[in-house]
C-alpha cells in the first residue's frame, strides 16, 4: 500500500460576501430629509457655533451631543475643492471623467462630497457657485441628490477691480441726429436755439445748429457702464473738456482707456476721449470708477 500523501492542490474559489449597513440615526435623517423633502439639513453646536454637515451625531470640538439641533440648509454653496475622476471601477457613479468636489454649502461650516456636472473640465475651478439637483428616482442614498451644478448669476458683472490691466479699453459710436438733439433739449431744459434754431443758429460763430455739449458727452455712459469696467460700475467723478462741436449727423465715439490703478481705494482712472468721424478730437477727460465687486 502507497503511504504517499495526496499532492496538495489549489483550487480558486469566490466568497459572495453580500452586506448592509446602517447609515445611523443621525444618517437616516439626513438622507430621509433630503429623499422626502428635497432639503439638506445639519446638525449645529450652539456652543461652537458650527454647523455640521454632513451632520454628526457630536461637535468634533467640544464633543456636545447635538444630534438634536438640526439646521436646514441652503441647497447651495461654494467648491472649496475638487478632483477631476479619470480611472474607471464598477462602482463609479457614473462614467469618467467627471468632477468630485468639496462644497461648503451656504450656512454650513464642514464641505460636503458630491458630483459637480454642467461645467467643462477645463473650466472647472474653486470658487464657484453650485446648487443641488435632486434625482427624480430615489435610491436612499446620498446620490439622491443627483449632483451639484453652477449656478448661473442674473446679472454677468464687468470687471473686478483685479480683472482690469492697464491699457484696457471700450469705446461706443453714435450718430447723433436732430431727433437726438430735440430729446436732449426736451431731458435736460435746454431749448437754446443754438440747438434748435437754424436762423438763429447762423449768426454763431459754428454757422448752424450743433447739440448740446452733454449729449454726445452721454455716451461715455454706455462705455463706463455696460463694457469698462461694465455692469455694476459706480462713476463718482468724470472731468470732461470740449473741443469741437458736434454737428447734426456726426458720428461720435466715446473712448475709455484704464491708464491709472488708485490702489488705496481699488478704484481705476480711466482716460476718455470723444472722436467723431473725422478723427478730430471732440472732448477728452478722465473718468474715477468705482469697479463692480464680484459676487457671492
Ligand atoms: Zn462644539
Redo the contacts with the bound molecule.
Keep these: 500500500m502507497s503511504t504517499q500523501s495526496p499532492d496538495s492542490f489549489v483550487i480558486d474559489g469566490k466568497l459572495a460576501l453580500p452586506y448592509q449597513y446602517f447609515a445611523g440615526r443621525t444618517g437616516s435623517r439626513f438622507l430621509t430629509s433630503i429623499r422626502d423633502e428635497k432639503k439638506i439639513k445639519g446638525l449645529k453646536?450652539?456652543?461652537?457655533n458650527?454647523v455640521f454637515v454632513p451632520p454628526r451625531q457630536t461637535?468634533?470640538?467640544?464633543?456636545?451631543d447635538?444630534s438634536e439641533n438640526w439646521v436646514e440648509l441652503e441647497n447651495a454653496g461654494t467648491v472649496t475643492g475638487f478632483t477631476i475622476i479619470r480611472y474607471e471601477e464598477p462602482h463609479q457613479p457614473f462614467k469618467p471623467p467627471y468632477i468630485l468636489a468639496q462644497i461648503k454649502l451656504d450656512g454650513a461650516d464642514t464641505s460636503l462630497t458630491h458630483i459637480v456636472k454642467g461645467v467643462a473640465l477645463s473650466q472647472m475651478k474653486t470658487g464657484i457657485r453650485v446648487q443641488a439637483k435632486f434625482a427624480k428616482n430615489s435610491t436612499s442614498t446620498i446620490m439622491d441628490i443627483d449632483h451639484f451644478r453652477p449656478i448661473k448669476p442674473k446679472f454677468e458683472l464687468g470687471y473686478s477691480y483685479d480683472e482690469l490691466e492697464i491699457g484696457m479699453s471700450a469705446s461706443f459710436t453714435k450718430t447723433i441726429t436732430e431727433s437726438d438733439v430735440y430729446q436732449f433739449a426736451g431731458i435736460s431744459g435746454d431749448f437754446n436755439p443754438m440747438h434748435l434754431n437754424e436762423e438763429f443758429a447762423k449768426m454763431t460763430p459754428f454757422g448752424t445748429r450743433i447739440a448740446h455739449g452733454a449729449l454726445p458727452q452721454s455716451l461715455i455712459a454706455p462705455v463706463l457702464g455696460m463694457k469698462l469696467p461694465g455692469l455694476g460700475t459706480v462713476i463718482p467723478e468724470i472731468t470732461v473738456r470740449f473741443r469741437k462741436p458736434t454737428y447734426f449727423g456726426d458720428t461720435v465715439t466715446a473712448t475709455a482707456e484704464v491708464v491709472e490703478f488708485i490702489e488705496a481705494r481699488r478704484w481705476v482712472k480711466l482716460e476718455l476721449t470723444w472722436t467723431n468721424q473725422r478723427d478730430e478730437l471732440v472732448a477728452e477727460g478722465h473718468a474715477i470708477a468705482i469697479p463692480p465687486t464680484p459676487m457671492g
Design positions: 453646536c450652539e456652543k461652537c458650527k461637535c468634533e470640538r467640544c464633543f456636545e447635538i
